[in-house]
């Protein structure tokens, strides 16, 4: 099976979905000639042409508010957010209109859109190419967000995305693009929204995570295996609708939880884990739900000091474990 | 990073050195990050030098007194959280050790000794109930001792090895009560508990099992309260509709006694008992199928004719199902008329969690010695008081009672 990045699989999806479907278009900020700035339409342009591959004005409302429109007309738009960081001016279409409009419809109308956003720090990006937003989007009912972890869950997950009848979040961590090569079949295949996986079995605890913070929980977890810690690892892969049944689970496997996330902890998206765990599974606990999680500054600082401060690794997943699992 | 290092700041753009002025917090003294540790004074400014992390300041290197240039090392912080040697084999409680640490000042982590109640989490507590494990028997390894989910699996497995008989069963906190073998033989009838019957059942018990129950009973010559009512009662029927029962003649009486009495109005609470600063009288009221106790509020704020159409209201509300959750809610005291079926004397069960239940008998005209030594006939009626006697002793009880009687017989009633 061929090997490829968290980009690649960006790239074979939307390219294999717009073959197969010539209602899937694409737009946003330079998709387009450039092919992205991190190059995930690369290509795009030149085999589907500019009335598919939609190279869009630097603003985002009207990005959202256009593939809104398209898709209540009979398209299948997948928006690109450059960063992440730049969505909130399109929060108003997204929440008010793109999410509403199954529920007022009663049904009638769906909104089948995708919005792609490369979302994450670590990468010197600073304050405005650096952030998480899932947080406020995993809160608005009407929403899927969807956050995978490998090149496969890309692919399958992206493309599951693109045929969803309601819009999709789907947020990609830029961090991993080019660092995280995966097997990716050739040739299509989907990944169901909505089903977490486990992806390390353990007895002692669990951890529970998505994104790059995944890979962090991985190698935190081999390095106290040394110390005869047994830890599961959980990749949530979809937010919203979240998938309890593997998290309760696990929680009753193991009970000790810590939920590890890049976004600073206060209201973040691994409270609502915590506050779901502690109201469905209290009585299999044998610890403090712990969560490792950013800091409480506005954004992420561009020096690397305050950078590696901020962020997720390896060894402050280590650390939080050994405590957890010393408790 | 083992420990985090405490150097002499550059505290102008001229400034090379500074003299240790005063050492704020000792070796072994926890400190938090931005406390003052020391203070420096150089040919500039006199200022504070914060400590850069929380944590315990371990080594003070430089005396008080001592000029050293920018950037000396003055003092090490052990920081909060730092990684310590691993544990025999194990994990490298941090946490555990820091908490010890911090316990002792700084002084060298002791053995560990396990605490008397450690914490137990739900999971543990979960185990132990379904499993009948005396948790006294198991030693924790986790955190302080605690006994993790791991230490009670094991304990179990390794008991399920165990010759059975070394566990004695656990007493029960309250004995069971005794099951009445009452398989129905042929002809009987079955009849299935309704929710009210159930509800009585279950709290006649429970007041049987909390409380210490004693009866008293006295005798009230009732001749004022019926001569009253006798020329009353035509009119009141006429003006208000209802006829004028006893009843709020003896929630009048029971009230101002209790005004006297207030320990006849409180609850008994574990180590506590709490007097009751409102009166709220519930009256028992029979119905077809059971007994209710909807509650006068505030009776003592309430006069005769008010008191009689309260109850009237909710004796009638009773009796068609019509009362809200909150009429028969906040009782501070009871009374229940078992005369009305011809009872004499009755020793009620304590409606929980009251202090006391009044019961009243039946008025009957009775041969009475009179205090002047003359046969007299007098309508009579027999006042039974069951009160807790963790509260009440029998003299406070029956100075209750008597200021009942008391009251029931000085007359001088308004409506």
Redesign the interface.
């Known amino acids: 099976m061929p090997t490829k990045t968290i980009i690649e699989a960006v790239q074979d999806a939307l390219r294999e979905e717009m073959e197969r479907d010539s209602r899937v278009i694409v737009l946003g900020e330079d998709v387009g000639l450039k092919g992205g700035v991190f190059k995930a339409t690369a290509g795009l342009y030149e085999k589907f042409g500019e009335m598919r591959v939609i190279d869009s004005p630097l603003a985002e409302s009207s990005i959202v508010g256009v593939a809104i429109g398209l898709a209540l007309n009979g398209m299948r738009p997948v928006a690109e957010i450059q960063f992440a960081d730049f969505i909130h001016p399109a929060f108003n279409q997204i929440v008010n209109e793109a999410a509403r409009f199954r529920y007022r419809s009663n049904g009638a109308y769906g909104v089948p859109m995708v919005i792609r956003a490369p979302y994450g720090g670590g990468i010197h990006g600073g304050l405005y190419h650096s952030q998480c937003v899932e947080a406020f989007f995993a809160h608005v009912p009407g929403l899927k967000v969807v956050a995978p972890s490998t090149p496969y869950d890309t692919k399958g997950l992206l493309k599951a995305a693109i045929r969803d009848e309601d819009p999709v979040l789907f947020f990609e961590h830029k961090k991993t693009y080019r660092l995280i090569r995966g097997e990716v079949p050739d040739g299509d295949y989907t990944v169901p929204i909505g089903k977490a996986r486990v992806v390390r079995e353990g007895k002692?605890l669990t951890v529970i995570s998505y994104g790059l913070s995944v890979y962090y929980a991985l190698e935190a977890a081999e390095t106290v295996a040394d110390?005869?810690?047994d830890v599961e690892v959980i990749d949530l892969r979809t937010l919203r609708p979240l998938d309890k049944d593997t998290v309760l689970e696990s929680v009753k496997k193991t009970?000790k939880v810590l939920i590890a996330y890049e976004d600073n902890k206060f209201c973040g998206y691994g409270a609502e884990i915590a506050a779901i765990i502690a109201e469905e599974a209290?009585?299999?606990?044998?610890?403090p739900i712990m969560r490792l999680a950013g800091p409480e500054v506005p954004a992420v600082p561009f020096a690397t000091p305050l950078e590696e401060w901020f962020m997720p690794s390896p060894e402050k997943t280590a650390?939080a474990v050994?405590?957890l699992?010393?408790? | 990073m083992a420990t985090v290092e405490v150097k002499m700041p550059q505290l102008g753009e001229s400034v090379h050195e500074g003299t240790i002025g005063k050492w704020l917090k000792k070796v072994g003294e926890p400190v938090k990050k931005y406390e003052p540790l020391l203070e420096v004074i150089t040919d500039k400014v006199d200022t504070e030098v914060t400590a850069t992390e929380s944590g315990v300041v371990q080594e003070i290197l430089v005396p008080e007194g001592e000029t050293v240039k920018v950037g000396t090392v003055l003092a090490r912080i052990a920081p909060e959280?730092e990684?310590v040697p691993?544990r025999d084999?194990?994990?490298?409680?941090?946490?555990?050790q820091r908490e010890i640490s911090l316990k002792h000042d700084g002084a060298p982590p002791m053995a560990e000794t396990p605490k008397a109640a450690p914490r137990i989490?739900?999971?543990?507590?979960?185990i132990a109930e379904e499993h009948g494990v005396d948790l006294s028997q198991i030693k924790g390894t986790?955190?302080e001792g605690?006994i993790?989910?791991?230490d009670i699996l094991a304990y179990i497995e390794r008991r399920a090895t165990m010759p059975a008989p070394t566990l004695p069963a656990p007493p029960p906190v309250m004995p069971a009560p005794a099951r009445i073998e009452a398989a129905p033989a042929a002809g009987d009838q079955v009849i299935k508990l309704t929710p009210i019957r159930k509800a009585i059942a279950e709290h006649m018990v429970r007041s049987l099992q909390v409380a210490a129950q004693v009866t008293t009973v006295m005798e009230a010559d009732m001749s004022r309260v019926v001569s009253f009512r006798e020329k009353h009662k035509d009119e009141f029927q006429r003006r208000e509709g209802f006829n004028l029962t006893y009843t709020p003649f003896f929630v009048q009486a029971t009230v101002n006694a209790l005004r006297m009495h207030p320990y006849a109005n409180s609850t008994f609470a574990d180590d506590q008992i709490v007097l009751k600063r409102r009166i709220n009288v519930g009256i028992a009221v029979a119905l077809e199928s059971g007994l209710i106790v909807p509650v006068v509020k505030d009776a003592d704020e309430k006069s005769l004719l008010r008191l009689a159409r309260e109850v009237h209201d909710l004796a009638t509300r009773a009796r068609d199902h019509q009362l809200n959750p909150d009429d028969v809610q906040g009782a501070t005291f009871t009374i229940t008329n078992h005369g009305v079926s011809g009872s004499l004397f009755a020793t009620p069960i304590i409606n929980q969690p009251n202090a006391a239940i009044l019961g009243i008998g039946a008025i009957q005209k009775r041969v009475v010695v009179t205090p002047e030594g003359a046969i007299a006939i007098r309508p009579m009626c027999y006042l039974s008081l069951t009160f807790d006697h963790r509260i009440m002793d029998g003299v406070a009880a029956d100075s209750f009672l008597a200021k009942v009687v008391e009251e029931l017989e000085r007359g001088g009633f308004k409506l």
């Open positions: 002692h110390e005869g810690i009970s209290f009585e299999h606990l044998d610890a650390n050994r405590e699992a010393a408790y | 959280g990684p691993k084999g194990g994990v490298p409680a941090a946490a555990m989490s739900p999971v543990v507590a979960r986790g955190r605690r993790t989910k791991q």
